[in-house]
């Protein structure tokens, strides 16, 4: 239990920061490309990267400072970073035909999903 509270305090924090960042952005940039989510996507993708490095490198960060930073934080402010995690553990592990799979099946079924859940909508 006190793990799923500690990814849902992060989680939540995540997505307020997702917001203000996404809505900051728009007032800016034109709407006719997404920058919000663009910079979102990258720059939470770039902060999981630094926390996994420091998971790697010292031993305060706990598994429940993880949890909290990785899985919640970075996991509610943009599920694109869990996704590039995941894609980079893959690579490590040295599974390169999971990898292609997980990242092309991935972007594929995600894309016509939503396009098929819009349609069936309609």
């Known amino acids: 239990m006190k793990h799923l509270l500690i990814i849902g305090l992060g989680g939540g924090i995540g997505s307020i920061l997702r917001y203000l960042l996404q809505i900051g952005v728009g007032r800016f940039t034109p709407v006719s490309f997404p920058w919000g989510t663009f910079l979102v996507n990258v720059s939470g993708c770039f902060a999981i ?30 599920t694109f970073s869990s996704f590039s995690y995941e894609n980079m553990m893959l690579l490590r592990q040295g599974s390169y035909v999971y990898f292609l799979l997980y990242a092309m099946l991935s972007v594929l079924l995600g894309l016509s999903s939503t396009v098929a859940g819009a349609a069936l909508m309609k």
């Open 49 to 78: 990267g630094l926390l996994y490095g420091l998971s790697e490198r010292h031993s305060w960060m706990t598994t429940d400072w993880r949890l909290f930073l990785i899985t919640g934080l970075c996991g509610g402010f943009t």
